[in-house]
């Protein structure tokens, strides 16, 4: 089973909590044992895995992103469209995470939450793919 939703952002960087649509397509694929795979098919944005309970660990993590990756550093890039930093961030991050489903649940831990990157907002149409597989 596959869902597929868009989602808007409203700032130029920021982390955006989509566990509940991953628990819903499980529960409505009826699925009890498998996979959930969430994937971004996007260059400049991707998803993670952590803690969305304290809001700062999202603050956090685009601060030492961002002190690692620096915007606008003489990429060749920027020349065409000015993110080289959001497309290189979105490479290191990764477009995709794959979360193990067991008695129609999410096996994630107690501080994960799945969570939208946005590297080059704010974009009105993000595209996300949810797709839930049986293990047989
Ligand atoms: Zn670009």
């Keep these: 089973m596959q869902r597929e939703f868009t989602i808007s ?16 397509a499980v529960r409505d694929s009826g699925i009890k044992d498998g996979f959930c795979f969430v994937y971004i098919p996007h260059a400049t944005a991707g998803v993670i895995l952590n803690e969305s309970a304290d809001p700062n660990i999202k603050t956090d993590f685009l601060n030492a992103l961002n002190r690692a990756i620096l915007e606008h550093a003489n990429y060749l890039h920027d020349r065409i469209d000015n993110n080289a930093s959001a497309h290189i961030k979105s490479a290191i991050i990764g477009s ?41």
Excluded: Y
């Design 96 to 136: 995709s995470a794959t979360i193990p489903i067991k008695n129609g649940n999410l096996q994630l831990g107690t501080w994960q939450a799945i969570m939208f990157c946005e590297f080059d907002g704010p974009r009105s149409s993000r595209h996300i793919i949810i797709k839930v597989c049986e293990d047989k």
């Design 9 to 24: 952002t409203t700032r130029h960087q920021e982390l955006i909590d989509i566990t509940g649509e991953a628990i819903k």
